[in-house]
């Protein structure tokens, strides 16, 4: 094959972990790549050091550009190496993960399998980069699924169809043709909102069970910095997202009904860990938890409803049981 990919990196101080994720970028097995770097008014050295490990490795078919802009968020930033990427296949890859060497051609080749625009490929979280956790033993033959769109979303909205956005390979065309894009005004969860969006647009998507992308949780992440302000971004943005999808015809009932209502009890658990209870309290009052847990009454997975009658009885109890059981 030699359509080119063009791998989509945001740069934002990221100098010491950037090195190791280019590199795995670099030994792909697959070429051409083209490597679009954003520099989203980073103040370190990052794209300096990753130019440094493209051009030392300077095997054919692998090229980069690097687009500037100010510092506007990853989803800016990733918007913007799209509209510049010059390849047919487009994947936006966080400059911290770590990429298994056949992950691109592992979803160009799925794609072409089975005559999809979208593929995506399953990860595994780590805690530490380590670039030969790269040399993946073994195929992914006979480890690949195609989903039908009503499968996909149902699966992703149980919480078992393992996605996230630097694991996702797409046609540029197609992303252009159903403009699709990051939301530049949420800063939480943007890349759960971008996903329901695509997931909605498809009606096929390849997937690949074997985990070829390794991403790594860092302490000082996005979501465990994240204030209730920048929080309260994603909720608007999902909240607005599901009243769009209300009228649509195509949409599965249970997607309609349960979208909202799920995202908030994931971001009730997930900050209940790391804010004071009364921050927590002022958090929910904001996202109108109580109506959202009432609408999970017949959500069809057990342990998701009696978390939500945990909470709607109890708060107390909730945050304690969460918040100690995480700590």
């Known amino acids: ?23 795995s970028v670099c030994k792909q097995i697959y070429r051409p790549i083209e490597i679009v770097l954003v520099d989203d008014g980073t103040p370190d050295n990052s794209i300096e050091k990753a130019i440094r490990v493209i051009e030392a490795v300077g095997t054919g078919g692998l090229s980069y550009k690097v687009v500037r802009q100010e510092n506007g968020g990853v989803s800016k930033a990733r918007n913007s190496g ?12 966080d400059p911290d993960d770590i990429l298994d060497k056949s992950f691109v051609s592992s979803l160009v080749k799925i794609n072409h399998k089975n005559r999809t625009q979208v593929s995506a490929a399953n990860y595994v979280k780590i805690v530490k980069q380590d670039v030969a956790m790269t040399e993946r033993k073994g195929s992914v033959q006979g480890k690949e699924k195609l989903l039908t769109r009503n499968i996909a979303l149902h699966e992703f909205l149980m919480r078992r169809l393992r996605l996230i956005c630097p694991a996702v390979l797409i046609e540029k065309d197609y992303l252009e043709k159903n403009r699709l894009s990051y939301s530049v005004n949420v800063r939480f969860s943007e890349d759960l909102l971008y996903l329901w969006k695509l997931l909605m647009s498809t009606e096929q998507i390849s997937y690949i069970t074997e985990p ?8 000082n992440s996005t979501m465990s910095s994240s204030t209730i302000e920048k929080v309260l971004t994603g909720y608007k943005g999902i909240e607005q997202y599901s009243r769009e999808i209300q009228g649509e015809a195509n949409v599965p009932r249970e997607i309609k009904e349960y979208l909202l209502p799920r995202w908030v009890l994931s971001v009730v658990r997930s900050s ?3 804010l004071t209870y009364e921050e927590w309290i002022s958090l929910l009052t904001r996202m109108n938890y109580t109506v959202a847990m009432k609408r999970l009454k017949g959500f069809p997975d057990f342990r998701v409803f009696v978390l939500s009658e945990i909470l709607k009885r109890n708060t107390k109890l909730f945050y304690q049981l969460v918040h100690y059981a995480g700590s």
């Open 272 to 274: 209940s860990m790391m």
């Open 82 to 93: 799209i509209s510049t990427a010059s390849g047919r296949w487009i994947v936006c890859v």
């Open 212 to 219: 070829l992308y390794l991403y790594l949780k860092r302490p």
């Open 1 to 23: 094959m030699d359509e080119l990919v063009s791998v989509i990196m945001p740069v934002f101080q990221v100098e010491a972990y950037i090195e190791k994720s280019v590199l």
